[in-house]
């Protein structure tokens, strides 16, 4: 009897000690997120504006660039509309939404890769002019030679 009482003493005891337990998560708990999106957008972005800058027409590459930002705007301000709506009061719902548009976009994406065709760059014929961004030409220095070395010690 005694020792029924005693396990029954520490169950409360436990129970009491875990309902008066501070209901805050730990900021360090965001490390090992902020890493992981931090990798995710190395390994998506440096691909997606390599393939968009060599893609592109060169008179088009920073209109291609100002879409790839502008369409990074638009998603972040989804999830600020998504967010903040009270629309959604629950957040596992919302964090389904979130999954269910991701999975939306990575269709769309997985049939546009699917029919994209590649272009491979060729720059051999395409010799563009180094300038200094003032409409003249940047001269490049003339090719050293030995004769002029040469002629200068035997003067």
Known sequence: M???NDLSLWQVTVQLNIDSWPKTVSVLWQIPQY???SIS???FVVPGLHLAYTQAPSSMRSVTMAAWFATKGIGNLIVVIV???TLITNQAVEFFVFAALMGLI???FLIAARFYKYHPIDNRNTEEKETDGLNSEIKSPLPYSNKENV?????
Do not use: Q, T
């Open 2 to 4: 005694c020792y029924s």
């Open 35 to 37: 890493f992981v999106i």
């Open 41 to 43: 957008e190395i390994l």
């Open 83 to 85: 967010a903040e709506s």
């Open 106 to 108: 990575s269709l769309i």
């Open 151 to 155: 002629m200068e010690s035997n003067s």
